[in-house]
Antibody, heavy 119, light 113 residues
Framework: EVQLVESGGGLVQPGGSLRLSCAAS????????MSWVRHAPGQGLEWVAN????????YYVDSVKGRFTISRDNAKNSLYLQMNSLRDEDTAVYYC????????????WGQGTLVTVSS | DIVMTQSPDSLAVSLGERATINCKSS????????????LAWYQQKPGQPPKLLIY???TRESGVPDRFSGSGSGTDFTLTISSLQAEDVAVYFC?????????FGRGTKLEIK
């Protein structure tokens, strides 16, 4: 059974940093693109970033470019999101997702971890 | 960016009746080289993450009941639940995966009438 378990969320002040982690199991992690998707209160879902199977390519939504970094450790079956210079509008539930083999949509999601940016 | 617009925002349907949710993209998500629409649908129940229902606009994910169907092409798409069950109460989202950023619609909340 595919499982994705996020951790690392919490309350942080504007301008602060957090590192999210996602532990993957139940599939061959190194064979899949992975993504982070967030859901802000009262807003729709938003794709944040994705990373190639090998980690050699990564892409970001414009609003987080230069502030967030996605990475992975295939030996540890883990996905990460380093978030710096956090803003109020980054407040959201962050989901770790597995990309479908056919494209940039998501066939498995973690339960999510809440990031709250507030002073 | 491709903007996804869903309608209605909320919908109340009687048990056993048909529910129809619409999704419109600001530009075509039909890729001409393979004639596939890069459009997916998700279901999100309270307290749960989204669940993939449909991709390529009309292909059901494994395990999804056949009362769920997707249709449409180009810029206009529809998710239909043929006979609403109590467990279908949820928010439904469409998503384009034609080009980054991979935008979602704002969601349609489906309730029982």
């Amino acid at each position: 059974e595919v499982q994705l378990v996020e951790s690392g969320g919490g309350l942080v002040q504007p301008g602060g940093s957090l590192r999210l982690s996602c532990a993957a199991s139940g599939f061959t992690f190194s064979n899949y693109w992975m993504s982070w998707v967030r859901h802000a209160p009262g807003q729709g879902l938003e794709w944040v970033a994705n990373i190639r199977e090998s980690g050699s390519e990564e892409y970001y939504v414009d609003s987080v470019k230069g502030r967030f970094t996605i990475s992975r450790d295939n030996a540890k079956n883990s996905l990460y999101l380093q978030m710096n210079s956090l803003r109020d509008e980054d407040t959201a539930v962050y989901y770790c997702t597995r990309d479908h083999i056919y494209g940039d949509f998501y066939d498995h999601w973690g339960q999510g971890t809440l990031v709250t940016v507030s002073s | 960016d491709i903007v996804m617009t869903q309608s209605p925002d909320s919908l109340a349907v009687s048990l056993g009746e048909r529910a129809t949710i619409n999704c419109k993209s600001s530009q075509s998500v039909l890729y001409s080289s393979n004639n596939k629409n890069y459009l997916a649908w998700y279901q999100q129940k309270p307290g749960q993450p989204p669940k993939l229902l449909i991709y390529w606009s009309s292909t059901r994910e494994s395990g999804v009941p056949d009362r769920f169907s997707g249709s449409g092409s180009g810029t206009d798409f529809t998710l239909t639940i043929s006979s609403l069950q109590a467990e279908d109460v949820a928010v439904y989202f469409c998503q384009q995966y034609y080009s980054a950023p991979y935008c979602f619609g704002r969601g349609t909340k489906l309730e029982i009438k």
